[in-house]
């Protein structure tokens, strides 16, 4: 049997938060649990996206860094103090990690020769400048890890063959049209921790893209991004997990949400959000988990009794004053086809003990329900 755990663990990639790594594997490892895996909310077959096994058969080049780890086709040179990227490294390699050191710079021949690099790790460098050609030779490359870095800007023609970019915690203000253009494979984009307000992304910055996972979290968004008047700015309509944590978003407006019908996953948590207009969330039938705690609501968001497949509720720490019976459960038997598994509603001014048990009528067990003395 050919080896093929050192790429095949590279598949099980972060679903939910920001990539931070703590050891050289950690980047393989899931910060937070999925509702539903990759097949399920794609459809697609479980071995797409898989190394052909016949590019993957071993080889034991005598090439390696000085200082560096190389084993098969992988080379780690993490925590090294390097000013650059290392020139000794096999052609032969896939995955390349020169996280932690203080790369400067990517330049034009960096990476010349690595035509089979599966994945490169940049995590927590220096890099401010990237030559329009540096990724030119990286013709499989689909997984890049450039998080903690100096970037104002998104790299330059990233390869084609890219489905995972991580670049969250640079210094990005500006997402330009046509800076993803051809990126056709592309399944997740973490940019979450850069300085993104709602007008530096341009009409059209997202076209072309068919993303399943998109993160722009601790940001300064006040709203949800769309265009003005007939400006087009819509983020993919293919997305099944959205997260926008940790910005100013107030409102949630009845168009914000209306593209979004594959979402099952949406991230709202600690901002400013005061109103959800109703109906706003009909345009959201296969959600699964809603997260808006940390927010200024003063009632339970309407129309959760009629998202059929949601479990869990995040409403903890708002403002919310009264619980309804009819607020997550659909009146009668046999139309919600999911029971809640999880509603959170601890550090709200709710009376908790005005709350009719019937509310939580469509709650699996009592113990999913969270409550807690509120405390100004």
Known sequence: MQPLWLLASLLALSQALPFEQRGFWDFTLDDGPLMMNDEEASGADSTSGLPDPDSVTPTYSAMCPFGC???????????????????????????????????????????KGLQHLYALVLVNNKISKIHEKAFSPLRRLQKLYISKNHLVEIPPNLPSSLVELRIHDNRIRKVPKGVFSGLRSMNCIEMGGNPL??????????????????????AKLTGIPKGVLRERLNLPETLNELHLDHNKIQAIELED????????????????IRMIENGSLSFLPTLRELH????????????????????????????????????FCPVGFGVKRAYYNGISLFNNPVPYWEVQPATFR?????LAIQFGNYKK
Request: glycine share 6%.
């Open 362 to 366: 469509c709650v699996t067990d009592r």
């Open 257 to 272: 949400l209306l593209r979004y019908s594959k979402l099952y996953r949406l991230g709202l948590g600690h901002n400013q």
């Open 69 to 111: 780890h190389c084993h098969l086709r992988v080379v780690q040179c993490s925590d090294l103090g390097l000013k650059s990227v290392p020139r000794e490294v096999s052609p032969d390699t896939t995955l390349l990690d020169l996280q932690s050191n203080h790369i400067s710079e990517l330049r034009k021949d960096d990476f």
């Open 292 to 327: 808006l705690d940390n927010n200024k609501l003063s009632r339970v968001p309407s129309g959760l009794p009629d998202l059929k497949l949601l479990q869990v509720v995040y409403l903890h720490s708002n403002n919310i004053t009264k619980v309804g019976i009819n607020d």
């Open 197 to 218: 307000e709602n007008s530096g992304f341009e009409p059209g910055a997202f076209d072309g893209l068919k993303l399943n996972y998109l993160r722009i979290s601790e």
